[in-house]
């Protein structure tokens, strides 16, 4: 059965403003799912797909891939996923207008009682390139940790994962070159993108996310709420 009154949060926000490690906790704690564009991307390229090798220069250089390419992909995940949970969080997804306009589209013929409401990550681009440089990735189940000394997100065994044990790697896009061409990107878009959904009028939430993540956690909870009264809406 559609769980038609699924609700979608986009998260929207700078290359490591923590977007991923925040759907990671609320699909942990919340029982979410979380659609990240980049980490089926990494999955394309580390299994060698056709398709990995079709955008595997794309992402080592900090660009973005092809619209048409993004938006089939993320159509086939929502029709497969949407009926299992209550929430989904778009973790880098829509990132140009043109994205945003398809999926609003597929959203009202096929989905016309699910709900969007889009969560604007805020930090600064030094503290971005700060992060990026210190963040480690599992290769096998994508868990998100830092290497900075003090950080809460520190694996606890050196460069292994508490998940799933496996080696911690630096993601290939992670250099400083990379990250300056994913951050150009972004203020590329960003504007437009806000507009767009400014027009529609789809509800914009904005936290400051330069805090501990369990903070900026208890935060999101207290904007949109932990999903146990969704579908009574
Ligand atoms: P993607 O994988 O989406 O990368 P991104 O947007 O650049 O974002 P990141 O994953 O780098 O950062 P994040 O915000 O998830 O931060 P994280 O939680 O890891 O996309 C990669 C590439 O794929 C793109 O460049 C493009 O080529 C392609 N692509 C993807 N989607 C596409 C689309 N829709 N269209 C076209 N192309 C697309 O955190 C970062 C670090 O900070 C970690 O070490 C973490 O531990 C730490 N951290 C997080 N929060 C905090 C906190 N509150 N305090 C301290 N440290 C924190
Ligand atoms: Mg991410």
Redesign the pocket.
Known sequence: MIQECAKFFIFF?A???????LAGMCVERLGWRQL????L?RKHISEGTELGNQIDF??KS????DDEV?VKMVAGWVFENISSTKAIIL?????TLV?AQIFMDLLKKDFPNASVSVVKLEISDEKVIA??S??RTCQKCNA???VVKE?E?GPQVDNVCDSCESILVQRN?DKPETIVT?LEVYHKHAGQLLRFYEQLGVKIETMN?E???DK?FENFITLVGDGSDYCKE
Do not use: E, M
Not at 62 to 65: E, H
Not at 91 to 95: A, E, K, N, V
């Open positions: 926000g290359p490591g403003s923590g977007k991923g490690s990240s564009t980049g980490n991307f794309a992402i900090g660009k973005l891939v993004v973790d880098g997804f829509p990132r994205q992060r990026l210190s963040r998100i940790y830092s950080s997100r896009d994913r996310v805090k501990t993540l900026v």
